[in-house]
């Protein structure tokens, strides 16, 4: 059974790393998005494998979801949460891979 002390709140922040996780998972569900994401980031399938678990990796997923408004609102809406949630997720990352 669940407890109330178990569940994160509703306002508590979201786990940048997790939410690009979840968003890489989403383009992936269509193969011209997932082509684009790889033809423009630059990484192979193997470097995006590799390199789940890194901060610049997952922050150019969600650069990547930043940079065409039609994917970020519907990503931001499979996901649930706000578009720019995803926005400032890729920011944070980018900061922490230093390439912000």
């Given at each position: 059974?669940d407890h109330p002390?178990?569940?994160?709140?509703?306002?508590?922040?979201?786990?940048?790393?997790?939410?690009?996780l979840s968003a890489?998972?989403?383009?992936?569900?269509?193969?011209?998005?997932?082509?684009?994401?790889?033809?423009?980031?630059?990484?192979?399938?193997?470097?995006?494998?590799?390199?789940?678990?890194?901060?610049?990796?997952?922050?150019?997923?969600?650069?990547?979801?930043?940079?065409?408004?039609?994917?970020?609102?519907?990503?931001?809406?499979?996901?649930?949460?706000?578009?720019?949630?995803?926005?400032?997720a890729a920011d944070?990352?980018?900061?922490?891979?230093?390439?912000?």
């Amino acid at each position: 059974m669940d407890h109330p002390s178990d569940a994160q709140p509703a306002d508590a922040p979201l786990d940048p790393g997790a939410l690009a996780l979840s968003a890489l998972a989403w383009v992936l569900t269509d193969d011209d998005r997932a082509a684009r994401l790889l033809a423009l980031t630059g990484l192979t399938p193997d470097a995006l494998r590799a390199g789940l678990g890194d901060t610049g990796v997952q922050a150019a997923v969600l650069e990547f979801l930043a940079g065409h408004e039609p994917d970020l609102v519907l990503a931001a809406d499979a996901l649930n949460v706000a578009p720019a949630t995803l926005a400032a997720a890729a920011d944070a990352l980018a900061r922490a891979a230093g390439t912000r």
